[in-house]
């Protein structure tokens, strides 16, 4: 009679907190990915492209997403630190666009009526992304990452107001850049 090799339990292995994954960080990093590059696909820019121009600016944020994505994969609790950071950086990016831009209470929260040049017709699509991506953040601080100190992700958090200031800022520029010259990544500014 043959033996059959014992099946290891995949789902310990996939289990948010488990050594060397961190499936929470993962999607609020795609999280906030989506949420930048549906701004640029939607025609109103991304963060640093007023900078940069679209393609660096896109550049960036994909080789970041890649870098995040790929530590939260790792088992090394010396990235913990790091994805602690993100974690609480994007956590703060979500709150700077909620306290920074036009809202109304839907569902018992706020839902953002406009935002950086994307107008009412597209909110049924970037509220969902944007809630989705801070609370992947937010359960990424409290599950994931524990050998990172509990301060650092609120120290990331405290950043809240200076984003509200660079996103006005930013789109001050795309919209200036949008009348001097046109593209497909502005055409909506």
Not at 57 to 84: C, H
Not at 153 to 159: D, E, K
């Amino acid at each position: 009679m043959a033996r059959t090799a014992p099946v290891p339990d995949v789902r310990a292995r996939f289990a948010a907190g488990a050594p060397g994954r961190r499936p929470l960080t993962r999607a609020a990093v795609g999280g906030l990915a989506a949420h930048v590059f549906f701004e640029l696909g939607a025609g109103v820019g991304m963060p640093l492209a007023s900078v940069v121009g679209p393609y660096p600016a896109a550049t960036a944020w994909g080789l970041g997403t890649a870098a995040v994505w790929r530590a939260a994969g790792r088992p090394s609790p010396s990235a913990d630190r790091l994805l602690a950071a993100a974690n609480g950086f994007g956590l703060a990016a979500v709150v700077a666009h909620l306290a920074g831009w036009p809202t109304r209470t839907r569902f018992g929260v706020p839902w953002l009526r406009t935002c950086e040049g994307l107008g009412p017709d597209l909110m049924r699509y970037y509220n969902p992304i944007i809630y989705v991506s801070g609370a992947a953040c937010l359960l990424a601080i409290l599950r994931e990452n524990r050998t990172a100190p509990v301060a650092l992700p609120a120290l990331m958090l405290g950043l809240a107001p200076a984003l509200v200031a660079m996103q006005h800022a930013e789109h001050r520029r795309l919209k200036a850049r949008a009348r001097r010259r046109r593209a497909w990544w502005n055409r909506r500014l």
